[in-house]
Nanobody
Framework: QAQPVETGGGLVQPGGSLTLSCAAN????????LGWFRQAPGKDREWIGA????????YLADAVKGRFAISRDSAKDTVNLQMNSLRTEDTATYSC??????????????????WGQGTQVTVSS
């Protein structure tokens, strides 16, 4: 069964940058959307953003807009999450997920069927 795989997590200082990659493993047809989520200890999973493969349009949550960006590398069949100006509150396990999400459901976990294992991002001095 196809499953996305995240890479690129690690430790970064506040104010720093980090890029996560999600290997979509074939889940990139025009009917799919790939979303990024994060979960901090003791908190609910939070939607960060998504990209629709149909038109490559990206969407970002207000909490990360202006600092994070989502892009697709078609040659590598990956979706990247570029994170800049990182803050301690960005510390979380970041996951990517794929599904046939419609526009009104992009931010909901239930819209995604295929989930990666997650990668840890720690922002600390």
């Amino acid at each position: 069964q196809a499953q996305p795989v995240e890479t690129g997590g690690g430790l970064v200082q506040p104010g720093g940058s980090l890029t996560l990659s999600c290997a979509a493993n074939g889940l990139t047809s025009s009917s799919y959307t790939l979303g990024w989520f994060r979960q901090a200890p003791g908190k609910d999973r939070e939607w960060i953003g998504a990209i629709r493969f149909r038109d490559r349009r990206t969407y970002l949550a207000d909490a990360v807009k202006g600092r994070f960006a989502i892009s697709r590398d078609s040659a590598k069949d990956t979706v990247n999450l570029q994170m800049n100006s990182l803050r301690t509150e960005d510390t979380a396990t970041y996951s990517c997920a794929a599904g046939r999400a419609i526009l009104s459901s992009l931010r909901y976990e239930s819209a995604y069927n295929y989930w990666g294992q997650g990668t840890q991002v720690t922002v600390s001095s």
